[in-house]
């Protein structure tokens, strides 16, 4: 069976002050669904939520390596589309290059595109 990660920035981490229609809660639920949906489809999803701070969140990624081998790892929007995240977005993308020979890279828009850009790659 396809082992995934799914990485994305925790809800708690983010500034909802651009989003005027969204928030921590909302947020968080639409994780959970998308989460029951990987689980729904059969997929064994683990999940790690990371801060901002590009330290902190290789650690993060680097304490759930010993549940894998991973053979997909998804990253979401949130690390990969704001500017003021490149840094940490190049650290996650680094650290899972030296340490998960042959992972595939898939990413998602938003927690509901995550199991497309799954499909994509599994």
Partial sequence: MTRILTIGLHPSAIDY???PDLDEATLTARIEQGDAALRAAGFDAVRCLVGTDPDEA???VRE???EGPF???MIGGGVRMAPEHTLLFERLINVLVATTPGVQFCFNTSPETTIDAIRRWV
Avoid: A, G, R
């Fill in 71 to 73: 053979d997909v790892v």
């Fill in 64 to 66: 759930q390596l010993p």
């Fill in 17 to 19: 002050t651009p989003f």
């Fill in 58 to 60: 290789e650690q993060s």
